[in-house]
């Protein structure tokens, strides 16, 4: 008792203390952490059991029986139930141990690697826990198939291999350890397969190695019991083969030898050409073929009168089974009965055919350009007879497409020889289901006869350029409308979206003008490319409107009440002066443009120099861009330097803005082409008397107002 409570105690104290059951057999060990536990019994007393603890500091051994222990290593061995029948004994374990795991002192494993018909692969693998020395014994049945010395140390392997197996159970016998193993094959699967047989002027064979070893095997074409060719291959692991046998036989026998006979007979169907439908469409003649048999590989011509009448004078054709193709002869004057002659080595036929005249449709455009809110139109001409039905698919649905006749809309039309009808398709006025600027592929359907059309999109809506400069003295106008370039904008409610040219980094979009000195309120709408609205502006009743965005593709719209007239300018934008580097190209109005607002919050009451430095001449402007007036007066494609800042032209130029303590946004130019780098440098200055130059008239009225009360004041003393 006082042991247990000891014990107890212990185990309160030890976080890896363990207990468990076990069973032992007399022909196992038992294997705790680095201890190897066996027992054996007494002869004349089955109740004494001597327990044997093989540790790396040597063996234990102690006679014992029931509820008696042995501590070893601060392991507690117990000696429970033993069962004299089958000589198993309950061993119970307590103390500090990892694991416990029993395994039997001699025992083998055997694996299936590969089995086929022409071998069989085992791996017999020692799982015991002595070495094996012994004789290994494989039986099938009755029937001896190998006999071998094993010797294999613990956890070692080998690969045995058994040819030619007579059956699928196995026995395998270690004749000094009485020990044996029976398997069982679920499948001897053929090492060498028979893929494939086929022919088209030769006889081809595909052949496969199913094995993970090469493997010789021996073909023989065979012909009404005779045969006619043989062939010997080498086939690697796992690889495919065609052979070919040159004998033109479509009945035979295939032998195979790889140390298993096997055979695969084979009949090869001739081939079975038929005429399914012939058209004439204009001068041509269009014959449609089916081969119900083996593939066909042959020629075909049209006859009249036996004569070939047709050019090119035959088709050379390859039909594969059950397939589908046509052909074209090219046949003069008006024919209506021929005879198709088709010919092979295997196959030969003619069929008299009665024509029909077939439609031809063809349009006149394939491509079209349409705005938003517009219409294209396409031209298209049908030749032949009969009624037709008239339809487009893979156009989007907010597309609508109307087919005119003779200026009568129509869905079906009865063809009296030819025809031409206009296919005429209207936008929506916004994006639906479609990019700006992309180009839509389209059928034009007529019965089964498809026909591609293209439709170019562009956008809505094309502004003139505003200000005093010459591209907008010759009403310079384009469908993509330019960063940098201010646009007169005239509209009512809302306005089409106008496309931009690709943009780079931060934009901002600047609408002002005549409608905030008119106090009205119109709203700047931000859209992609699909129509949707991204962001709109914010600014109250009277102010100018603006957004500030990050987006390539882009389009704007204005939105107000009644007639409306502004000034839109899209252009880079700086929440704050940064340094860049950029490049200058030519636009297609003949110059290189570049114009950044400046957010001037920061800077007021500050000297902002600004600096560009490039190898070709470029020119430096910069503008007051705070006052509804001074945004009026800004023209970036301007010659009147008058009302900028300062204007310099040069490689490395540099100019001075004063801001003003009141200034909201600055505009720098930059005209000229090349790469360039802007840089900008923030100073600190003292009030200057320029400053007053926003707030005079201010300051004046509030003179006048001091003067008027003291005045006033002055009179009522005097009186």
């Known amino acids: ?48 059991i001597l327990l044997m603890v093989e540790t790396p500091n040597g063996t234990i051994s102690k006679p014992l029986t029931f509820g008696e222990s042995l501590y070893v290593d601060g392991v507690n061995y117990t000696i429970g139930h033993f069962d004299a029948q089958t000589l198993i004994l309950t061993l119970h374990l307590f103390g500090n141990y990892s694991q416990a795991k029993v395994l039997k002192k001699k025992d083998l494993n055997i694996k299936v690697l590969e089995s086929f018909d022409a071998y069989v692969k085992f791996e017999v693998k020692n799982t015991g826990y002595s070495d094996l020395n012994d004789t290994l014994t494989i039986t099938s049945g ?69 094995g993970n070893e090469s493997v010789n095997a021996t073909l023989k074409l065979s012909f009404n019991g005779l045969i006619v060719e043989t062939k010997k291959v080498e086939l690697k692991e796992k690889e495919e083969r065609d052979v070919v046998f040159e004998s033109d036989i479509d009945q035979g026998t295939i032998l195979l030898d790889y140390g298993i006979l096997k055979q695969e007979s084979f009949y090869f169907e001739p081939p079975e050409v038929s ?76 069929v008299p055919i009665a024509l029909e005249r077939g439609l031809e449709v063809k349009a006149l455009n394939t491509y079209a350009k349409a705005f938003l809110g517009g219409s294209a139109n396409y031209l298209i001409s049908i030749t032949g007879d009969g009624r037709i039905k008239l339809g487009v698919e893979g156009l989007p649905k907010s597309i609508k497409a109307n087919f005119y006749y003779n200026e009568i809309q129509v869905d079906e039309l009865e063809i009296p020889g030819s025809a031409q009808v206009a296919l005429v398709l209207s936008l929506p006025s916004f994006p639906q289901e479609f990019k700006i600027n992309d180009i839509v592929e389209f059928n034009l359907t007529v019965n089964n006869i498809k ?36 646009y007169r904008v005239i509209g009512r409610d809302i306005t089409p979206p106008y496309v931009f040219e690709k943009g780079d980094g931060e934009l901002i979009a600047f609408l002002y003008g005549r409608y905030v000195k008119q106090g009205s309120d119109l709203r700047l709408h931000l859209l992609n490319a699909y129509g949707e609205i991204l962001a709109s502006s914010q600014q109250p009743k009277g102010q100018a409107d603006y ?84 945004r009026e007066d800004f023209d970036s494609l301007s010659t009147d ?79």
């Not at 593939?295 to 047709?310: L, P």
């Open 1 to 48: 008792m006082k042991r247990i409570i000891i014990l107890l105690i212990l185990s309160f104290f030890l976080g890896s203390v363990y207990a468990s059951s076990i069973e032992l057999g007399i022909n196992e060990v038992l294997l705790v952490d680095n201890s190897t536990v066996t027992f054996d019994v007494a002869q004349n007393n089955p109740s004494l």
């Open 142 to 210: 009755s029937l001896i198939l190998k006999e071998l010395p094993l010797s294999l140390k613990r956890g070692e392997g080998i690969a045995i291999k058994i040819k030619n197996p007579p059956s699928n159970v196995f026995t395998f016998t270690l004749e000094e350890s009485k020990i044996s193993k029976s398997v069982f094959v679920e499948e001897l699967k053929p090492l060498v397969s028979v893929e494939k047989i086929w022919k088209d002027e030769k006889v081809h064979v595909l052949l496969k190695n199913n």
């Open 275 to 350: 005429v399914l439908k012939a058209e004439r469409i204009g001068d041509k003649v269009k014959i449609w073929l089916k081969n119900e048999g083996r593939t066909f590989v042959g020629k075909v011509s049209v006859m009249q009168n036996s004569v070939i009448v047709g050019e090119p004078l035959y088709q050379s054709v390859k039909i594969k089974p059950n397939e589908e193709v046509s052909v074209e002869f090219k046949v003069s004057g008006e024919v209506s009965y021929l005879t198709v002659v088709i010919s092979s080595k295997e196959f030969s036929t003619t």
């Open 451 to 486: 026909v591609p059309l293209k439709l170019e999109i562009k956008g809505g809506g094309i502004l003139p350029i505003y200000g005093d400069n010459w591209l907008a003295k010759i009403n310079y106008t384009s469908e993509v409308h330019h960063i940098a370039v201010p």
């Open 547 to 630: 957004i500030v965005f990050n987006e390539s593709n882009f389009m704007v719209m204005v939105e107000g009440k009644g007639y409306f007239e502004g000034i839109l300018l899209v252009a880079d934008y700086m929440n704050y002066p940064r340094n860049v580097s950029f490049e200058l190209k030519r636009r297609d109005f003949g110059e290189g443009l570049k114009v950044f607002i400046i957010n001037a919050t920061r800077l007021r009451g500050k000297t902002l120099e600004v600096k560009a430095e490039s190898k070709e001449k470029v020119e430096l402007r910069a503008y007051y861009f705070t006052l509804n007036s001074e």
């Open 641 to 719: 330097i008058k009302k900028a800042i300062f204007t310099v032209r040069g490689n490395s130029i540099k100019g001075e803005i004063n801001v003003r303590s009141d200034e909201d946004f600055l505009a720098v130019v930059v005209r000229g082409e090349g790469n360039v780098a802007l840089s900008f440098n923030v100073k600190s200055r003292g009030l200057r008397v320029e400053e007053l130059s926003t707030k005079e008239v201010y300051l004046a009225v509030l003179g006048l107002l001091a003067l008027l009360i003291a005045a006033i004041m002055l009179e009522k003393k005097i009186g």
